[in-house]
Every structure is written in structure tokens, then in C-alpha cells.
């Protein structure tokens, strides 16, 4: 299990604080207002910021026709299915926890590693998985029953975290030359396009002008996720073993969660509190330095 370097610590650091506190954010944005044409405007609004700073880097932005179907292969994962099952399933479950069920993500990640990447796991990346799962069951405790009311959004929240594992993995392993700001650039791109044809579809007869709160929220998904937290943790996952980048930051539901608690006033029990050591012990697994043989 490779240290992490400082750059990686800041830019772990900062993606956990942004998309931690975003889920509360998230929630009242779309309570109200149609949740694919939220995700659509977020990504309007964010993709001319991205696109200025890959110019100002000069990354080459093309991408040789040669590679057009890994590249398409890792946007349907890392970003068509997960932007588009998540958005609709935050605004069906309760609250900013449904970030819970989105970060299963590592779970997922660690399994199909081991049973169809041929990945072997030290014991301690095991113990780490098995603690951020179990974590997440403690977490997921008092939202039982409301989550069995609502088939549909944890159904949603699953397969887009099982989507996102895939996609973790992919681009761990992906022999594509281009930077990963380029490869964010154009999957951006790509996935504006597919959220803008979902929302004029399907949502087009719900539109109205967003109010003052709902614009703050669209603002900040614009900039803070779109603009970097997204392209950081593709650096990220592009970096490092998918169990490390995936665990490193199974701390962003747990700030959901008491985010969310303290903005909409929810009720924190003894498995929150329980459930923060058990995380705690996951990122700890890939965080700390290991002796060798570990």
C-alpha cells in the first residue's frame, strides 16, 4: 500500500471537504426542482471553468480515434451512470445520508478487484474494506425504513456506486496517453451532452427559474465538483491502487451525514458515532504507512 504523497493528501483533503458537505447541498438544490436539469445546469456552468483551466495548463485536448472506445467505455462509468442515477436517487431518499449508500463504492471496488481483476489484498486493505462495510450497515441503521419505502432510489444509489467502483478500476488501468484533465475535460463534455438530452426529454415540461437557494446550490456543484473536486479524484483514482483512492475517502459520508444533521436537523445516534471509528479505521488502512509483508 503506497504512501501518499503531499499533493495527494491536500488534494484527498480538499475533494472529502467538498463533496462531503455537497450532499446536504445537493438534497435542498433538487427538493423542488427537477433533479436532471439541476445536474445539467451544474455542469454547464462548471465545464466552461474546467475547459479554461486545461487551456491555461496547454494540455493537448485530442484524443486519436484509435482510443475513442476506451475513452467512451470509462465516461459511461465514471460519469453518465453515476451523474445520472444519483441526482434522481438524492431526491427521492431522505436527506443528505443517501451519500451512504453512493460510498458502498469502495466495497464494490475491493470485491471486483478480487474476483475479476485477479487484485490479491494484504490483510489489512481486507480489514479496511471490511470496516468501512460495516460502517456503512451501522450509518444505514435508522434509515431502514424509509429506505424499504423507497425501493427505487437505493436501487439507483447501488448500481451508480457499483458503476463508479467499475469505473475506479478502469481508470486505474486505463493506457490512454492523454492527461487526466483532457480525459475529464471531454468526459464532462460528453456527459453535459447526455444530462441535456435527459432533462429536455424528460423533465422539460417542469421547468422554472431556480430560486436564489436552489442557484447557490447549482453554483457551488458548478465550481466546487464539476470544476475540481471530479477532476481531483480522477487524478486520484488515475494514481493510485483503486482500494487506496476508493477507502482514502470513505470519510465524505460521514461529513454528509453530520453536515446534514446539523443544515436540515436530523438526529445523530450511537451508530453515527460508532460508525465514524469504524471509518476512521478504513481510511487508516490506506493512509498509514505499512511495514513490508503487510
Aim: charged content about 10%; aromatic content about 12%.
Amino acid at each position: 500500500m503506497p504512501a501518499l504523497n503531499r499533493r495527494q493528501l491536500i488534494l484527498l483533503a480538499l475533494v472529502t471537504l467538498v463533496w462531503g458537505i455537497n450532499w446536504p447541498i445537493m438534497k435542498f438544490g433538487v427538493t423542488g426542482y427537477p433533479p436532471l436539469t439541476f445536474r445539467t445546469l451544474c455542469m454547464w456552468l462548471g465545464l466552461p471553468l474546467l475547459g479554461a483551466f486545461v487551456l491555461w495548463r496547454r494540455e493537448p485536448l485530442r484524443i486519436g480515434r484509435e482510443h475513442w472506445r476506451e475513452f467512451g467505455v470509462l465516461t459511461v462509468f465514471n460519469m453518465l451512470i453515476w451523474h445520472t442515477l444519483a441526482i434522481l436517487a438524492v431526491q427521492s431518499l431522505s436527506s443528505g445520508r443517501a451519500a451512504i449508500l453512493g460510498y458502498t463504492m469502495p466495497v464494490f471496488s475491493a470485491v471486483i478487484g478480487a474476483l475479476f481483476l485477479s487484485q490479491r489484498l494484504s490483510a489489512r486493505a481486507w480489514g479496511g474494506v471490511g470496516a468501512a462495510a460495516l460502517g456503512v450497515v451501522l450509518l444505514l441503521w435508522h434509515e431502514v425504513t424509509t429506505l424499504t419505502g423507497r425501493p427505487s432510489g437505493v436501487v439507483m444509489m447501488l448500481v451508480a456506486a457499483c458503476a463508479w467502483a467499475v469505473g475506479t478500476q478502469l481508470m486505474r488501468r486505463t493506457k490512454l496517453p492523454q492527461s487526466t484533465l483532457t480525459l475529464s475535460f471531454w468526459m464532462t463534455v460528453v456527459a453535459t451532452v447526455w444530462m441535456t438530452a435527459l432533462a429536455v426529454l424528460f423533465e422539460r415540461q417542469y421547468w422554472h427559474w431556480p430560486t436564489p437557494g436552489q442557484w447557490a446550490s447549482i453554483l457551488y456543484n458548478a465550481v466546487g465538483v464539476f470544476a475540481f473536486a471530479q477532476v481531483a479524484w480522477l487524478m486520484l483514482a488515475r494514481e493510485l491502487p483503486p482500494v487506496a483512492s476508493t477507502l482514502s475517502v470513505m470519510f465524505i459520508p460521514v461529513l454528509g451525514v453530520f453536515s446534514g444533521a446539523w443544515w436540515l436537523g436530523e438526529t445523530l445516534h450511537w451508530q453515527d458515532w460508532a460508525a465514524v471509528g469504524l471509518v476512521m479505521v478504513s481510511i487508516g488502512s490506506v493512509l498509514l504507512p505499512s511495514r513490508a509483508g503487510r
